[in-house]
């Protein structure tokens, strides 16, 4: 047994609806390996149960599996507001949200978060970066202003295959060059706490300072 499947078996397990999610992400979508999955979708469950944040922003829905498992974790009346950029999606969406548990938690928006989340009157607890990574530095300076004192940004894709660390990109790579620049504006920036994990392909936790 591989230290992955070790972890995994001594988790909570994803349950049946997430599982059925996963598969039908590997079945209809492109880049399906770009949904958190049991392990990370755990750790997410986990941060909500926590942080017991009552509005949560994700950027970046895929194909919900994320945005489920936060929703399993958040108490009665909070609400979870994602964001997915790429109007095909949506019908998938929509189905898989809506015949959830947690459907009434869950309020999905698409279109570009750039543009929407600023016309928005709310002020958030906790958010989830897991979308462009070309924007990442634009959605956390977004973000940030608009996040209550004590909240916390979860960052995902931070290592980026592990290119991040390795530095001087091909000047085309736009990708490995946002995640980078994301990672020193953060690494820089005294108004947050922040720690990178190495689950998967890097999770940075951000802590806004009272």
Not at 43 to 50: D, G, H, P
Not at 80 to 107: C, M, V
Not at 111 to 118: E, S, Y
Not at 132 to 143: A, G, N
């Amino acid at each position: 047994m591989n230290t992955e499947d070790y972890i995994l078996s001594h988790i909570d397990p994803e349950g049946d609806y997430l599982h059925a999610l996963w598969r039908d992400t590997q079945l209809k979508t492109y880049y399906g390996q770009m949904a958190s999955g049991h392990l990370q979708g755990r750790l997410l469950k986990m941060l909500v149960r926590m942080i017991r944040p009552q509005r949560i922003i994700e950027i970046g829905t895929f194909s919900g599996y994320s945005a489920l498992c936060m929703a399993e974790g958040m108490d009665e009346g909070a609400e979870l507001h994602t964001f997915e950029i790429f109007d095909e999606q949506e019908d998938f969406l929509r189905k898989w949200i809506g015949n959830s548990p947690y459907a009434n938690r869950i309020h999905l928006h698409i279109g570009d978060a750039l543009q929407m989340v600023p016309q928005m009157d709310i002020t958030w607890d906790m958010a989830f970066i897991d979308a462009d990574k070309r924007h990442y530095t634009e959605y956390y300076r977004m973000l940030l202003p608009r996040m209550r004192r004590g909240a916390f940004i979860v960052a995902d894709n931070t290592l980026w295959y592990g290119r991040a660390a390795e530095g001087n990109p091909r000047e085309s790579d736009a990708q490995t060059h946002g995640i980078m620049d994301f990672n020193d504006t953060v690494a820089a920036d005294t108004r947050v706490e922040k720690v990178i994990l190495p689950l998967r392909d890097g999770l940075t936790l951000i802590h806004v300072k009272d």
